[in-house]
Structure formats: structure tokens, C-alpha cells
């Protein structure tokens, strides 16, 4: 069993940055493709970027492409996203995710394993 804590969302003005975290216990955090997803009220929950276990491959969201950027760090068993030139559409609750395989990584029904989430809101 895998438990996944969030932590650095906040109040930021637009074009500003946040740097997240998503600290993993449980498991052997290295075999787990991590997933950062976000929900808006009202909205469904969306991929936003993944990287493999081995942080060789990472894929981003049309949305934030450019603008965010997924890594790991496998010793400190944490994901983190850099989440720069922030816009008020950001505004969400940011979770994390981890899988076993790199497949189907955008989908939210794929995933085995959910944090409870960092609220990162953006004003204008």
C-alpha cells in the first residue's frame, strides 16, 4: 500500500510560481509512474503530467506544457512540479497519482494510488 502526501500549493498572483511536492511511503517509489492531475470545481479531474519510474520519459498537458515541469527525486521517494507563469485557470486542487505501468497515463481510472491533494489558487 502506497500513501501519497501533498504540500506547497498557496495563494499565488498570476505569472507567479510554486514549486509542489508529493512525498510516498509504502512501496518501492522507484517501480511507480507518478502522475500530477487537478480539479477545478464544477470540473472533472485532469491530467496535468507524468513521469516514469526512472524519470527517462515525462509527458505534460497542451494547457501547461512550457510552463510546468514534472521530476522525481527516487532517494527522497518524492515527485515534485514546478508550476511557473502560473494563469487564474490554473486555479485547482493539484493531486498526485501513482501506477505500475506507463500506459493509459492521462486517465484517472488507471491509477492505484491518490494523495488528498494540494489547493494552489491564482489571482488576477
Known amino acids: 500500500q502506497v500513501q501519497l502526501v501533498e504540500s506547497g500549493g498557496g495563494l499565488v498572483q498570476a505569472g507567479g510560481s510554486l514549486r509542489l511536492s508529493c512525498a510516498a511511503s509504502g512501496g518501492t517509489f522507484s517501480n511507480y509512474v507518478m502522475s500530477w492531475f487537478r480539479q477545478s470545481p464544477g470540473k472533472e479531474r485532469e491530467f496535468v503530467a507524468t513521469?516514469?519510474?526512472?524519470?527517462?520519459?515525462?509527458y505534460y498537458a497542451d494547457s501547461v506544457l512550457g510552463r510546468f515541469t514534472i521530476s522525481r527525486d527516487n532517494a527522497k521517494n518524492t515527485v515534485y512540479l514546478q508550476v511557473n507563469r502560473l494563469k487564474p485557470e490554473d486555479t485547482a486542487v493539484y493531486y498526485c497519482?501513482?501506477?505500475?505501468?506507463?500506459?493509459?497515463?492521462?486517465?484517472?481510472?488507471?491509477?492505484?494510488?491518490w494523495g488528498q491533494g494540494t489547493q494552489v489558487t491564482v489571482s488576477s
Open positions: 497519482a501513482a501506477k505500475s505501468r506507463y500506459l493509459a497515463t492521462t486517465i484517472v481510472t488507471t491509477y492505484d494510488y
Open positions: 513521469i516514469s519510474g526512472s524519470a527517462v520519459r515525462t
